[in-house]
C-alpha cells in the first residue's frame, strides 16, 4: 500500500495506493486503518478502507461493528 499527503496544482491531497494484496485482503474482511498521524496530518481523523459487495452490505458492516449510530446519514446507500 503506498500512503501520501501530497500538494499540487488541484490543492491538497490525500493518496491511498491499493496493491493486489490490499485488495485480497480487503476481500477477506480485513479492513485496512489509516491515521492522520502516519500522513503527518494529525487533524485528520482514522481512514478506514474495507470491502462490500454493494452499499447496503457495506452500510451494515459499518452499523453492526459500531462504527455508526442509527442516526449517521451514509452517501452513497442506497434507499
Known amino acids: 500500500m503506498i500512503r501520501?499527503?501530497?500538494?499540487?496544482?488541484?490543492?491538497e491531497?490525500?493518496?491511498?495506493?491499493?496493491?493486489?494484496g490490499n485488495i485480497n485482503r480487503l476481500v477477506a474482511g480485513e479492513p485496512i486503518r489509516v491515521t492522520g498521524e502516519s500522513l503527518n496530518c494529525p487533524a485528520i481523523a482514522t481512514i478506514i478502507v474495507?470491502?462490500?459487495?454493494n452499499e447496503a452490505v457495506m452500510a451494515e458492516y459499518l452499523r453492526e461493528g459500531g462504527l455508526i449510530g442509527?442516526?449517521?446519514?451514509?452517501?452513497?446507500?442506497?434507499?
Open 70 to 79: 442509527p442516526e449517521t446519514i451514509i452517501h452513497g446507500e442506497p434507499s
Open 4 to 11: 501520501a499527503r501530497a500538494t499540487g496544482a488541484n490543492g
Open 13 to 20: 491531497h490525500i493518496v491511498l495506493g491499493l496493491s493486489r
Open 50 to 53: 474495507f470491502f462490500g459487495e
